[in-house]
C-alpha cells in the first residue's frame, strides 16, 4: 500500500517521486509472537468484550476466560498486524 506525502521537500527512504508528489511504502510492524507459541503471561486488563488483554513485548494478546490478575501459559491461535488471540493451556 502505498502513502501519498503532498510535502514533496521531505526526505524519506524507499521513496517514488511523480509529479513533484512523493508515495513511501508503508509496512506493517512486525509481531512480536507467532501462531502456535507458548507464553506466560499475566492478564492485565479485560476488553470491552469480556477477554483478558495481556502483553508480549507490547503486543496486546485477548486471551478469553480470563481475568484481570491471572497469570497464564497461553498458546497464540492467531496473530493480525496490531493484535494476537490466545488460548490458555495451563494456569
Not at 521537500?9 to 502456535?36: D, F, H, Q
Not at 496486546?60 to 496473530?79: A, C, E, H, L
Amino acid at each position: 500500500m502505498w502513502d501519498l506525502l503532498v510535502d514533496d521537500t521531505r526526505k524519506v527512504s524507499n521513496k517514488k517521486e511523480v509529479l513533484g508528489m512523493e508515495y513511501r511504502e508503508r509496512r506493517a510492524p512486525s509481531s512480536p509472537i507467532n501462531v502456535g507459541e507458548v507464553y506466560d503471561v499475566k492478564i492485565e486488563d479485560v476488553g470491552r468484550e469480556g477477554d483478558g488483554i495481556a502483553r508480549v513485548e507490547g503486543f496486546v494478546v485477548f486471551v478469553p476466560n480470563t481475568k484481570k490478575g491471572d497469570n497464564v501459559r497461553v498458546r497464540i491461535s492467531k496473530v493480525s498486524r496490531r493484535v494476537g488471540f490466545g488460548e490458555v493451556v495451563s494456569e
